[in-house]
């Protein structure tokens, strides 16, 4: 086995590199994606192998901290699912290449799984820093009293739903780990692997993964952004730390797979388990994701029925309600207890919304892509003309129904005094999303006129009206610690202008006039 | 006159600061709104005055080559339109308050217009940069031939709205230049402030900018960032200039007026007008934006009448017609010369959709402004509650139908070679732009069902496709030299890969090992 020799852009202190590339064999046939570990540098060295250049391409936006690497070699195929003999023969427990793809996808799962982590936590920061901002920052009002951003209805709106998101996106992301782990764990363990090739566990693991690593990261950009100007120009300052989270965030929506190819992976699972419930034959979502997709039609004949905003916000506690989800690959079963009807009631037209669009996208994506086959394309070109609008997102709706079911889970096994605390997160989240996906509501007939808009709006208007006074508490229960924030108008003891002052009079030089200052005065003077 | 001292951030090198505070006289009454010159540091040193507390924040997150300026003083009231004499009496030229802050506002114009025209340079190079990356930079397909991105649908529906924005905006600004330096040329020439206090030019030329500031600024920075996107990994690199960039443009955001702030004040304005229509009053608009307002009951009778996207999106040449704009006040007649009727129809329905939008957008904030007052809120409470949904998304519409109009009558001007590639950028720069309001006009009726966002984003994407062989010529005329675009991805002799390939060659150690490679090394290695 042979590879050509490629140019590598890699880290200046790595030794080895795994590298996903297409096996051709000495016979010429190309056996499709594969993982290699390649070793780059001598371990007790850091000297690059003979035939090998290995460089830093130069300075980056963001992550300054880490190089990334790839490299060549021919004889480090990983083979735990298909190796090449001495002779040059391949041989894999796979009988469908496409098994074998997403055989080796399931590895790449898990640094999906911790750019959400990560992601989970930039925000989390980032709305700490201007929660508190907001709490603490006065201005405008009276002369005699100025008033705290926080108290306006248009900052709450441009914040809230973001806290709401990490709420909802760290839940979601813990509830999940747990699951992939298992699954993980099962196909690692005594079973034989052909059990993984039959399940299609993995590959709806990979399309949870695939939406939502795009969902979060892309949400989670515009936080940061949403909350730099929400601090105005004291969240330009570089001490503000906004600027940093945001650079270095902003490379989780290019990297472990640009966000709109992972939506292209993410779309083809969803579409085959469409295709597979218009034929009537059964739905393979072995963790329920998509389940309700057998019933389709009876989902897409549903119109939007609340009638007041409370309709789509209330809390009150009335009678007890249990939702049940099932994971028949895990053997888990779960039981959510919502305590009060009306929560059920929101919870219910924000979940069955989400069914509905996804039921819609779903139809409109499939039936564009065949029609565009009929007409003579091929299907990557159908799929690429198939992407705006539909295919995207159809795959980001996809991962915002699977952040609400997963948060939900969770939020039904904590203390019974933190749930309705977390059950108004949830529901802004809910809503504060669907306003996204509104054309499409109208666009399908699931509603016209004002009502829908209107109520929605206001719902989320009410809402963030409703959590003011609990937005600092649940910020300082997400952020880190004062030292990891690292921001001047973060910190947690409240003293914004103190805090400011102080950084402005320690600023080092920052009183002095310019060393140079002699270069800028006229000679004349 | 005295002041008292506050604490100053400043840049270390300049002598004078520009101040508008509040002004209050010896006797206690707050005249409002005044500018004042201070001198803060000696020309001849560069050391502050005595008393003055100067100094820089510290690092920021982009434009580091500014620093801010303000500071304090008492002498330097700028006195061309109020003045406070030696017994500490004030004297202006205006009867009313609100006058005196117009015409300083009038002031405040020209810094807002710079950061558009600013702003136009940075779309310019965004775009210029993802343009030429996107013709050359090949990706999928087949082994034999991998595909150039911008042959992509869903890379050209992310890219080529922007080059229409830049095209739009670009003539936008250059013609509303034109507009305001003729308005403050009439208004410092030999003529009687009183005019001047009495014009409504002044007010309706502080809306426009106090709009289009926020608009374009904000436009500009979604640009940036999808342009950096677009790029992947390679745009992710500081050589590309995506992020400096962006960095560097966020600042305007902020700047000369947050822009959530300004879209208040543009507002004002706006419902005034409004106000005025609904009482049978005459608008007045002397520049004409809103001239439209007269009719505003018949323009929200309309409904929404395309019947196919091609109604939308259509270029071919029919017929000539004439759109005539006036400037009373100005003394100027502008006749455009629109030499197609489908051409005429699909800007006919893009215009006529934006007067609908404004008049509802109008409708739905009066209506919920004037339903708070008379429920008991002061008007600055009822005003920061009607922001979302509404006061600011009207400005914004606002804004997006002067450069609209603006920048066809630029169009109407140039040669007839041009007019039909202008035209293009146009359509699909309105059609862009309306997407992003389908909800408002589902929500208010305008128009039901699929039709309305079918057929408007099936007409953006085919307009999508048309330009695709233009766009790289388009960008090549807005952008600006290669040394000044200064990026590795951008280079105007298309050579992407050698130009990388050099960059990454010639970064300076790049390809050596690292000086500290030592310390990483296990001890025992």
Known sequence: MKMDSIIVLTGRTCTHALLFAQLIT???????????????????????????IVGDMGEKIGVHGIDNGTGYHGENLLNRSADVTEEGVYESKFSEPSRILGAALE???????????????????????????AATRQQFGTAAQEIPLIEYQLHQWRLFGYVAASVVFKLYIQNMTQVYLKVVEKSNSGQKLDNLAKSETVSEIHAMVSSSKPMM???????????????????FLKRANLGDIRSNHEATVTYEGDNSVLCQQAGNWLLRQYGAACAAQ?????????????????????????????????????????IVIHYPYLGVRCQILLRSQPVYQTIHIILSTYRWLLCYLLKETHDQYQSLIASGLTKFHAKAKTQVYKWQTLTQVYAEYLALMFSLESIGRKEK???????????????????????????????????????LRRAVLELCSDVKNEVVSIVDALGPTDFVLNSVLGKSDGKLYQNLQKEFFHNPGGLQRATWWRDVVPSKL
């Not at 000495?26 to 090998?52: K, S």
């Not at 590895?107 to 901002?133: D, F, H, P, T």
């Not at 389709?296 to 789509?312: H, N, P, Y």
Request: net charge negative; charged share 20%; hydrophobic share 40%.
């Open 282 to 322: 059964p739905v393979d979502s072995p963790l329920g994701t998509v389940a309700f997709l057998q019933r389709g039609e009876d989902i897409l004949a549903e119109k939007f029925q609340a009638r007041a905003s409370d309709d789509l916000k209330t809390t009150e506690i009335n009678c007890e309600f249990v």
């Open 217 to 235: 990261t892309w949400t989670v950009l515009r936080a940061a952004q949403q909350c730099r100007e929400a601090c105005g120009g004291h969240g």
């Open 417 to 455: 005094d933190l749930q309705p605390v977390l059950e108004k997160q949830f529901l802004l989240y809910g809503l504060w999303s669907l306003d996204r996906h509104l054309v499409e509501l109208y666009q399908g007939g699931f509603a016209q006129g004002e009502g829908l808009a209107k109520l």
């Open 107 to 133: 590895n790449l799962s898990a640094g999906r799984i911790g750019i959400m982590q990560e992601s989970c936590n930039s925000i989390s920061s980032a709305v700490c820093i201007a929660i508190r901002y």
């Open 26 to 52: 000495p016979d010429g046939t190309n056996h499709g994606l594969h993982g290699f570990v390649v070793p780059i540098r001598d371990p007790a060295t850091l000297e690059t192998y003979p035939g090998l």
